[in-house]
Structures are given as C-alpha cells and as structure tokens.
C-alpha cells in the first residue's frame, strides 16, 4: 500500500457529505478532532488511534464510529499500513429527525453494517447513479443507529394506512417515470410524498419489492429493449433511458436479460427480416 488519499464531496439537497478514500503506511494524524461524525471501514491491514483515554485498532470487518468533538489521532498498527474508506456525516444527515443517539463503542464489528456502510461510500465516490448511492447512504446510517447507538430499535415512525401507502407509492412511481433520464434525488421523492427517507425507502419496497432505485433501473431496461427492437443504437438507448454510458446499460441489461442490448437487438431485427 502506497501514501494515497482522495476526498469526495456529493450534496443530497439539504447537506453536504464528505468522503475520504485512503491508504498508508508511514502518515500519521496528529491529535485532531471533527466537527462532523466519521464512519469509517477498513479495507485493508489495520488502524490504530487513541480515543477516550483508550488505544483502539480497527482491522478489516471493523466499523469505526467517531462522535463530533471527540480528540483522537491516527496511525498504522503493522509495518504494512491500512486503507480505509471514511463517511463524515453532519448530525442533522446522520440522525435526519430522528432522536439524537450516543455511540457505546467506537470500534464494533458488525458485518452487515460493515457492508452497508462500505456499499454506500463506494457508490457515493462512484457518482454513477445517485438515488441508489443516497438510498444505500440511508440504509446505511439506519443500521448503525440502530445497531449500535444508545436508542432502542424503533419502527421508523409511524405507518401509513394502506389506501394512503398505495397512493403515495403510485406517486412516487409517477416521478420516477416523468423522465427517465434524470432520476430526482432521495429527499425530493420523499418530500414529495410527505415522508421521511428511510420511510419512504421502506414503504415504496414493502409495496413494490424494490427500493426505488432498483424499480427505475428495472423500468430502464424494459424501455430499452423497446428502443433496441425499433432499431436504435446501444449508444443512443443509453442515453435516451438514462444510463451514464453505453457500458453502464450493457452491465444492467445482460444483468436482466442475459444478452448485450447489441445481440439483442440483432437478434429481433433479424427475425423481423425473416420472410413470412
């Protein structure tokens, strides 16, 4: 592992978020605080730092949950170094409504959180579909909550009734589906249908068996053996349908359909060649 570091910035409407992809072996952080949380994996080899009067290493599988205002500093626990991929959440992005939480332990290890949180911080830096990178971020944040802050496991708020549920579900597929090119964001389809996010998330899946972003990834494909049979290009479906690129269709396409939206094209233009 070589001295490597990029910091990324994506914005939900309301808050900015910060994130940090890094490795090393020789830096050291000096005896720092943050004004936001860090939520942070390691990825590779292993961290130590002194926290709370305590010296805490974090290896790979960990999840390392640092509050606002808390002094610690930084190095490589072995010769090797580590990497680690860092969230740097505000209070208000982290807890969005909900009552603020304490963290027991800021070290825990916790696969599935460990996964949600990576996964989110991965498709956040990749800036290839944001409504799917937001709404892992909000699955993301409510496991650790509920995992491992200091309030008990909660419902999420209350439910809505199933006419209403229904309604608002059909409202959000209505948005989705005005222009396939431009997804909105995770906070404007919940604000749309007067919910909370996590909320949302949840009450769009319970009813459709997808999150959202998944549902118009869906939607695209179907669109986009529409366009290929009327003979349109790969490149020019991509764009129509609202893939980032042409690789970007032909990943989710064979995902869905087993063949490349090329073969499939040349496949039903070839039968509508064929002589009667």
């Known amino acids: 592992m070589g001295e490597t570091a990029a910091w990324t910035r994506v914005d939900d409407g309301r808050h900015a978020l910060d994130l940090l992809t890094a490795s090393y072996r020789r830096h050291r952080f000096t005896r720092h605080s943050h004004a936001t949380y860090a939520i942070g994996v390691v990825t590779c080899g292993e961290e130590e730092f002194h926290y709370r009067g305590e010296l805490r290493r974090a290896g790979v599988g960990s999840l390392a949950i640092l509050e606002p205002g808390e002094p610690h500093d930084g190095q490589a626990a072995r010769p090797d170094g580590w990497a680690y991929r860092v969230l740097y959440p505000s209070e208000g992005m982290l807890f969005d409504g909900r009552e603020r939480a304490g963290f ?16 989110a911080h991965e498709e956040l830096t990749a800036g290839v579909d944001p409504l799917a990178a937001h709404s892992r971020l909000v699955w993301a944040f409510e496991a650790v909550i509920q995992r491992h802050g200091d309030l008990r496991p909660s419902p999420g708020g209350p439910r809505a009734s199933d006419a209403a549920a229904t309604r608002k579900v059909a409202e959000i597929r209505d ?11 995770l906070r404007e389809l919940a604000a749309g249908v007067e919910l909370s996010p996590f909320h949302m998330l949840r009450v769009f899946r319970e009813a459709t068996g997808f999150p959202p972003h998944a549902w118009l990834v869906l939607e695209r494909v179907c669109h986009a053996r529409h366009l290929l049979a009327a003979g349109r290009s790969p490149a020019e479906v991509a764009g129509a349908t609202g893939f980032a690129d042409q690789a970007h269709l032909t990943r989710w396409f064979k995902r869905v359909t087993g063949v490349t939206p090329a073969a499939f094209r040349n496949s039903v233009q070839d039968a509508a060649r064929q002589p009667a």
């Open 104 to 119: 027991r332990e800021p070290i825990v290890t916790d696969p599935r959180s460990v996964h949600l949180v990576r996964a």
């Open 175 to 185: 948005r989705l589906l005005a222009d396939l090119r431009c997804a909105p964001s």
